[in-house]
């Protein structure tokens, strides 16, 4: 049931809103507070809504309200009561107030000036525009009892609010009003502290209703002349009330406005909820900086919303216009604004950060409970693989019935960045871009220009809210907006400044202007704005800007810096220079370990610090931080470097991009072997083998081909290449590495020889080449036997005993000679595995069943699966290539038991793991097992059809004499 909670300031109000409740009963705050509550019903809907009557003023309003929101936790909160009218109102007629000004209070007579320093208060936008609906309707007059008034009239204005009344046309309070508040109709006294207090709260609709009972010049309606105050203050708040009822009645079938809708219930639906929420509140900084309030966009909100949910609806729009006119900001606001109207979801995309198709997918992996791969292994696939998850996610987006809105902030390139992902795109799903160029012509864009100069103006009045120069230096406020071109960003920096600097503005212009540069590019007002900033910082916090300016764009952890900074002299309040960048708004705090800068900013403070003489300092100084992570890591490999790892690759990369003159070619080499590392136990393939071809042409041009070097080299791209499941690359790379190897019979390469023999037994085993499969295992056993002398260091062995325990398995071996040899090689790496790798065991546990299988004792190898399976999820999570081998063979198992339904979800689960990771045999493989399950369910047809499937994808990885491809053939042919 919605809460709505009303706070009336005089008892006459109180009394007129509770006559519309029913169900009345009394509750009492913590504090002494007595409040009632009752409901409200309207079109087959019913409200709770609370009373309290708060007394006259602002300062009491705002505490009030604050308790009263506390108490109820309502979703609507109004303050409904009477004022009187200033202009274009008659008694009996109502203001919805979008606007309420504040005055201090002092006396007003005819020859005291009057001092003010102005504020305002907002009610909130979108029962604003239910409001204006409902004013034009004129069905609220329903609810009045009054036959005095005859067609009231509603009105949706600003009005005013201070502490004393005012009671003459003459005093200079009045004609203050009327000269520098024109547009405001009423006067009351409590309406800018009630907003004051809801300020706080975002998701709470607010606003002030109020009836006017007298006029300021005492003339009131000539038929109500022998009224007496209180019939008309009776008359102002019924008619108040009647509105506000009206108004409420109608916020229900505005704000949800279909069934689908209705039954929406966070606690149903939590990670949606928290998705759509906490990306919208915890994530803001995230996107580029933007204005602190929104001036002036209410039409273009109107048009996104018309073009993307409206009768003939589009899948896409566009935000264009340069850098700084609030592109970003507006995307924000329109999806806060619009938050119910999207209960499919809302996912905020940094189009500068990683994919944007993986961004969606992890959006769906941490809030939608989406499962297409485990985090950690998606980021580096390749597109086609990519693809296959993102539609993975959206066929099985939760709230299937309901738009989803995607904002992609800051994209470059549609054909680059996104066209190849949304082909074919469900027409529930909704993408609003920004971009500082032009996109597809096929796209709907919506072009941002820079704010009008009374927009702009009231811009900088929301930043500075409380200041008296605002009266003072009008003119020259408006100058100054004109002069940097009316631009969000500009005025956000230059207020945040002017908040900060009491100095008067035309000070503040004219040391403005003075910082115009000569270069055409940064000649603009924009420019000169954050030459502003700049010339107000230390020269220690610009040295920091210029420093941050110069890691990749994705956050920055903090340790980088200060470690960066450490090593350059001049240094030495690094975190009050933070503290400053932040309060200065030129940096953006991710989280408590890391910051970022926005792009424009970035751009900025790049080229300051390329027009010095520290831009090679700096980079310097970055690079041997991260050689000393690199350094940290290769030297220990106890040291846990996933978790921090993946917060600076993207830095490690930039590193090699933007420094390579820096760097010595063993640096380089450092990082690329870190960063293959990195990426292949992360499942990234296609990445890990971007390295490893980058370290080939690294060390075939600067290392002279020196072979120690290639071997690994070559190991690395052929194990890239065995994951992904491009076998005969690997094989073709790992036997360049032993043609080396061969020659060079180094000490230093020989257990590396093992390795690369272990590898090449297992890929020539998937080819189903049993001979050269056991040579090479053999071969690798051999060494590893020869070079270790001692038991402690096996597990190498172990590898290349168990690649020969499969493939002896594969031809057919009996179980009573193999399975000594497993449980010799599971006795090691159950002894010998750390913590943090245990991925032997569960594929040697896998083996141990399938022996205990051929022997019939189908209850041990239950065990021996589920084992395994717990073993990999809890290692790898539930969407690893590493996990979906244990479903597969868990699924066999269960069709012994005839457990069918279950081994067909098994079969379906791995299959898609292994379409995801791009590993075509072995989801081949499966495909064909599921067949055989489908058989024994009747489902012949299906089965039929998955075998010629699975069929086709065997002969397209495989040699056409594979056992497997001739397996499925006979299957085939006795179907």
């Known amino acids: ?86 202009k274009d109102v008659r008694i009996g007629d109502v203001v919805a107030a979008t606007d309420v000004y504040s005055y201090e209070s002092g006396k007003a007579g005819n020859r005291q000036k009057f001092a003010v320093r102005p504020k305002v208060g907002k009610s909130d936008y979108a029962i604003i525009q239910r409001a204006k609906a409902e004013a034009k309707r004129g069905d609220w007059v329903q609810r009045t009892s009054s036959s005095v008034i005859r067609n009231p009239k509603a009105y949706v204005a600003p009005i005013a609010a201070g502490e004393k009344v005012i009671a003459s046309r003459a005093s200079e309070l009045f004609q203050f009003l009327r000269e520098n508040y024109n547009d405001a109709i009423a006067v009351e006294m409590e309406g800018f502290g009630f907003l004051s207090a809801t300020f706080a709260y975002p998701n709470i609709q607010a606003i002030v209703v109020r009836g006017i009972s007298d006029l300021i010049d005492g003339k009131n309606e000539p038929d109500l002349k022998y009224r007496d105050e209180e019939e008309r203050q009776e008359l102002a708040a019924a008619h108040a009330s009647a509105f506000a009822y009206e108004l409420i009645a109608h916020l229900w079938h505005h704000n949800l406005k279909d069934e689908g809708k209705k039954d929406f219930d966070h606690k149903q639906n939590p990670q949606l909820s928290q998705a759509a929420r906490s990306v ?4 803001l900084d995230n996107l580029a900086q933007a204005t602190t309030n929104l001036i002036g966009r209410d039409r273009e909100i109107s048009l996104i919303h018309e073009a993307l949910l409206g009768e003939n609806s589009l899948s896409i729009v566009a935000l264009t216009g340069m850098p700084g006119v609030g592109k970003s900001e507006l995307a924000l606001q329109y999806a806060k604004r619009h938050l119910d109207d999207y209960l499919g979801g809302i996912v905020l995309i940094d189009a500068r950060q990683d994919d944007i198709a993986i961004q969606i997918i992890q959006f769906a992996e941490n809030y939608l409970d989406l499962k297409p791969l485990n985090t950690s292994g998606i980021g580096g696939l390749s597109e086609p693989d990519i693809t296959k998850q993102l539609i993975y996610c959206l066929k099985n987006w939760p709230r299937k019935d309901q738009p989803v809105l995607f904002i992609v902030d800051d994209i470059d390139s549609y054909d680059k960045q996104l066209k190849d992902y949304i082909r074919g795109l469900p027409s529930r ?36 809210t409380n200041d008296s120069r605002l009266i003072k230096e009008s003119d020259t406020l408006r100058d100054l907006c004109e002069w940097i071109g009316c631009l969000p960003l500009a005025i956000h920096l230059i ?36 030459e502003l900033s700049w010339s107000h910082l230390s020269a220690e916090e610009q040295s920091l800007g210029c420093l941050m300016s110069l890691f990749s764009p994705a956050p920055i952890p903090w340790s980088l810096i200060k470690d960066a900074a450490k090593s350059v002299h001049g240094f030495s309040e690094i975190r009050g220079s933070r503290s400053r960048l932040f309060s200065a708004n030129l940096i953006s705090v991710v989280n408590e370990d890391s910051v970022k800068l926005n792009h424009l900013l970035r751009e900025f403070f790049r080229g300051k610090v390329r027009d010095s003489t520290q831009e090679e300092k700096f980079g310097y100084a970055i690079c041997q931080t991260v050689i000393s992570i690199i350094n940290e890591i290769l030297n220990n490999a106890e040291v846990e470097n996933n978790e921090f790892l993946d917060n600076i690759h993207l830095h490690m990369e930039e590193v090699v991009a933007q420094f390579d003159t820096l760097l010595t070619h063993q640096e380089k080499l450092d990082i690329f072997s870190v960063l293959i590392s990195f990426y292949r136990k992360q499942s990234r393939y296609p990445k890990a083998r971007f390295w490893a071809e980058e370290k080939l042409r690294l060390v075939h041009r600067e290392f002279n081909d020196n072979r120690t070097i290639l071997i690994q080299v070559y190991k690395d791209l052929g194990e890239a290449e065995f994951l992904q499941g491009e076998i005969k690359a690997a094989i073709k790379h790992c036997k360049k590495a032993l043609e080396i190897q061969s020659s060079c019979m180094a000490d230093q390469t020989i257990l590396e020889l093992a390795s690369i023999q272990t590898l090449l037994a297992a890929a020539y085993r998937i080819l189903g080449d049993f001979e050269r499969a056991e040579y090479y295992a053999n071969s690798a056993i051999v060494i590893q036997e020869r070079e270790i002398s001692d038991n402690k260091n096996r597990l190498e062995w172990a590898r290349a005993k168990m690649t020969l325990m499969t493939i002896k398995y594969s031809q057919g071996v009996s179980p009573q000679v193999l399975e000594p040899e497993i449980n010799q090689i599971l006795d090691i790496r159950r002894k010998q595995s750390s913590t943090k790798d245990q991925a032997g065991i569960p594929e040697t546990l896998d083996l141990l069943a399938r022996v205990c299988e051929k022997q019939d004792r189908h209850s041990e190898a239950t065990s021996l699966y589920e084992e395994a399976r717990k073993i990999n999820e809890l290692a790898f999570g539930t969407m690893h290539p590493q996990t979906a081998f244990s479903y597969n063979n868990l699924a066999k198992n269960y069709q012994y038991y005839e457990r069918y339904s279950e081994a067909e979800k098994l079969y379906m689960k791995a299959i898609s ?14 495909i064909r097992n599921l067949a055989i399950t489908h058989v024994r369910m009747g489902k012949r047809e299906q089965a039929k059809a998955e075998l010629k499937q699975a069929l086709e994808i065997l002969r397209a990885c495989l040699p056409s004499e594979h056992p497997r491809i001739k397996e499925c053939e006979t299957d085939l042919q006795l179907l």
């Open 280 to 283: 919208l509140t915890n994530n």
């Open 495 to 530: 207020g945040s400044y002017l908040l900060k600097d009491p100095f008067p503005i035309s000070e503040t212009f004219e040391e403005l202007k003075k910082n115009v540069l000569d270069d055409v590019s940064l000649g603009d007002p924009a420019k000169a704005a954050f």
């Open 1 to 86: 049931m919605s809460q709505v909670v009303i706070l009336t300031a005089l008892s006459i109000e109180y009394m007129a809103v509770r006559s519309h409740l029913h169900d009345l009963r009394e509750e009492k705050h913590s504090q002494g507070n007595v409040y009632e509550r009752g409901t409200f019903t309207a079109d087959g809907h019913t409200w709770e809504v609370g009373l309290a009557e708060v007394g006259a003023g602002n300062a009491g309003a705002a505490v009030e309200a604050e308790r009263a929101i506390n108490h109820f936790n309502p979703d609507i909160l109004l303050f409904v009561g009477i004022a009187g009218g200033i």
């Open 429 to 464: 799903f909704k993408l609003l871009l920004t971009s500082h160029q032009h996109l597809e012509r096929s796209i709907k864009h919506l072009r941002l220009d820079t704010l009008s100069l009374d927009q702009a103006v009231e811009m900088f009045s929301r930043i500075l």
């Open 913 to 926: 793991i292994f379409e995801n990771s791009g590993i075509s045999h072995l989801k081949g493989w499966c």
